[in-house]
C-alpha cells in the first residue's frame, strides 16, 4: 500500500516505521522544510523520537501535495488543534478510492469540536469517506524507551 502520514511528530514518525516495516511506501510529511531535510538527511527524528532510525525507505517530504499524491492512504497524525490548516491544505484533492485514518486525539483549542467534526467541517460530507479515527493517549513516550516495532 502507498501510505502518506501527514504529520512528523513522535507518533506519526512511529506510525511510518511500523508500516516502512510491513513493506508499505510511506511518505512522512513535515510542515517545516528544513527540520524535513534534517530528518532526511539523518534519518532520526531528534525532536519527538530521538535515536530511533528512520529507515531510508521511507521518504520524507514537506510538500503536502506531493506527499499525499496518489496514496491510498492517508494517516493524519497531527496535533488536533492543527489538523483544520492542514486538512484544508489539500481540501481540493478527490478522497475518492482512498482512506483516510485520523490518528489525532483531542480537541480543536478555539472551536472545541472533536477530530470527526473539523473534518466534517472542513470536507462536507466527509464522514463517508473517513475510513477510522483511532486514537492512542501517550504512546510517544512508550516509543522513546521501546522501537517502534516492539509495539
Given amino acids: ?7 512528523a511528530g513522535g507518533w506519526g514518525t512511529a506510525l511510518g516505521i511500523i508500516l516502512n516495516s510491513n513493506k508499505h511506501k510511506v511518505t512522512l510529511w513535515e510542515y517545516d522544510k528544513e527540520y524535513a531535510h534534517t530528518i532526511n538527511e539523518y534519518r532520526e527524528n531528534f525532536y519527538y523520537l530521538p535515536k530511533v532510525k528512520i529507515p531510508a525507505r521511507i521518504t520524507i517530504s514537506s510538500d503536502i501535495n506531493a506527499a499525499v499524491k496518489d496514496k491510498d492512504l492517508i494517516v493524519v497524525a497531527t496535533p488536533t488543534q492543527f489538523i483544520r490548516g ?57 516509543l522513546q524507551k521501546k522501537s517502534p516495532q516492539q509495539l
Fill in 1 to 7: 500500500m502507498n501510505i502518506c502520514i501527514l504529520g
Fill in 86 to 142: 492542514v486538512i484544508e491544505q489539500v481540501s481540493d484533492i478527490d478522497f475518492n478510492n482512498r482512506l483516510i485514518l485520523s490518528v489525532s486525539k483531542g480537541i480543536e483549542n478555539h472551536s472545541l469540536m472533536t477530530v470527526s467534526q473539523i473534518f466534517n467541517d472542513v470536507f462536507k460530507n466527509i464522514s463517508k469517506k473517513i475510513s477510522a479515527y483511532f486514537q492512542v493517549p501517550l504512546m510517544q513516550k512508550k
